[in-house]
């Protein structure tokens, strides 16, 4: 694909030193100029190229690392500020018992419900809406299994836009259908799962009815692939060097698009060298895993899972979009994907709140992934690993007191409650 290569070579078609690039044919487009999500000629998925390519000198003043969040990165964005809540600067978590537990030199996770809305998804949209401002349209729209709705609805409510979200009927948490509706995004719950949604919202765009936000849109995966920047700063500074590898949960696999990307980045700009690109590693739920299904057989491309399953509701998606862009960044980092049950995603949903660390279960998928991959021998003791947790606990309260302790009543007596904690 000629995506896997990234030169500063600038065309005609850029402004300001930006422009859009298919993945699949190499034609260029101005990057907002019109409206597209998509290549003109060949239907390719896009992305966003810049002249100027990052390195870590460029991100931010000395001795102000990680206090920017994701407009830190501003060299390696298409703008140098968004509209911003803020987002970014999340923790990058030491967890001794687990890291000893699974059996590796070095485990850190990266938790990105730590975010404004309670999901990495807010460092999609500062960018995309700060975009969609830049277009001048006046409505903007997504699919959702939830958090893309709760991230779409604050920044849109942010710049003063309207909003509208389309979420599968009786599958999306109630956490985040609150946040959408207290927002004042219009909701609209549709009949069919999450890739439905997503049809109807990209007719919607075909026809200029609304802006789109999903992953599909190029600009969103710049916002994201700060969580990459951000962990290869972070790691370097209390590690001494990179992560070997990076676990992730995957549903349309924007995340593993946006974090080859700013890999490739950093070593196109000689920031770091091949051999120092983490291993991207990806985990989907065994009822919808069509990513896994591809890397274990091989192939460059995905079959969409018509029907889909899990109590990982962030990540039910049977047609993941950025495939073609996720499939290389797995294979070519010398990474992997699989598939875990529900049982194992809400195993280790409580493992990691043993540490402190309270994720939905999409997000506990990642530990749950590693996990399976150091038992099968895939992962190596001696590799520093970083897991990726995507969205907070309280996104998914209902899963959370499933997987957690039962209350337990008691008289309003001293007495008798010292005499039930020792029964």
């Known amino acids: 694909m000629s995506y896997l290569k990234i030169t500063q070579d600038e065309p005609a078609a850029a402004t300001d030193g930006v422009w859009l690039t298919c993945i699949e044919c190499g034609e260029t487009f101005a990057p907002f100029e019109g409206i597209r999500y998509t290549c003109d000629d060949c239907g390719g998925l896009l992305e966003v190229r810049y002249a100027d390519l990052p390195t870590f000198e460029n991100f931010g003043d000395e001795g102000t690392a990680f206090h920017g969040g994701v407009w830190r990165y501003s060299a390696a964005l298409p703008f140098n500020t968004g509209v911003t809540l803020p987002e970014g600067n999340t923790p990058l978590h030491e967890v001794p018992r687990l890291e000893d537990k699974i059996g590796v030199e070095r485990l850190r996770v990266k938790h990105e419900g730590m975010n404004p809305t309670g999901s990495f998804k807010d460092r999609g949209m500062t960018v995309g809406v700060r975009v969609a401002q830049e277009v001048g349209v006046d409505r903007l729209a997504c699919a959702s299994t939830g958090n893309t709705s709760a991230a779409l609805s604050a920044y849109g409510s942010r710049a003063g836009l309207q909003v509208l979200v389309l979420l599968p009927e009786g599958k999306v948490a109630a956490g985040k259908i609150a946040q959408a509706s207290l927002h004042g995004a219009r909701i609209l719950e549709v009949d069919g799962n999450f890739d439905r949604c997503l049809d109807i919202v990209q007719n919607l765009a075909d026809r200029g009815e609304a802006y789109l936000l999903n992953s599909l849109n190029p600009f969103r995966l710049e916002g994201q692939k700060t969580i990459g920047l951000e962990i290869m700063e972070q790691f370097d500074a209390e590690e001494g060097g990179f992560p070997d590898r990076i676990v992730l949960p995957v549903g349309n696999a924007g ?169």
């Open 255 to 423: 995340n593993t698009a946006a974090l080859y990307k700013a890999f490739r980045e950093l070593e196109a700009s000689g920031a770091i060298d091949e051999d120092e690109i983490p291993k991207l590693t990806g985990v989907q739920a065994e009822g919808s895993a069509p990513m896994v299904e591809a890397i274990e057989e091989g192939w460059d491309h995905i079959e969409r899972w018509d029907d889909v399953e899990t109590k990982a509701t962030a990540i039910r998606i049977g047609n993941p979009v950025n495939a073609p862009k996720a499939l290389p960044g797995i294979r070519e980092t010398d990474g992997t994907a699989v598939a875990v049950s529900d049982a194992e995603i809400t195993d280790a949903q409580r493992t990691l709140a043993e540490e402190g660390i309270g994720v939905e279960p999409a997000s506990a998928a990642s530990i749950a992934g590693l996990r399976k991959l150091r038992d099968r021998g895939v992962v190596d003791e001696d590799e520093r690993v970083v897991c990726l947790t995507t969205g907070h606990l309280l996104k998914d309260p209902d899963a959370a007191v499933e997987a957690g302790t039962e209350p337990e009543p008691v008289p309003a007596d001293t007495d008798a409650v010292l005499e039930h904690l020792q029964s």
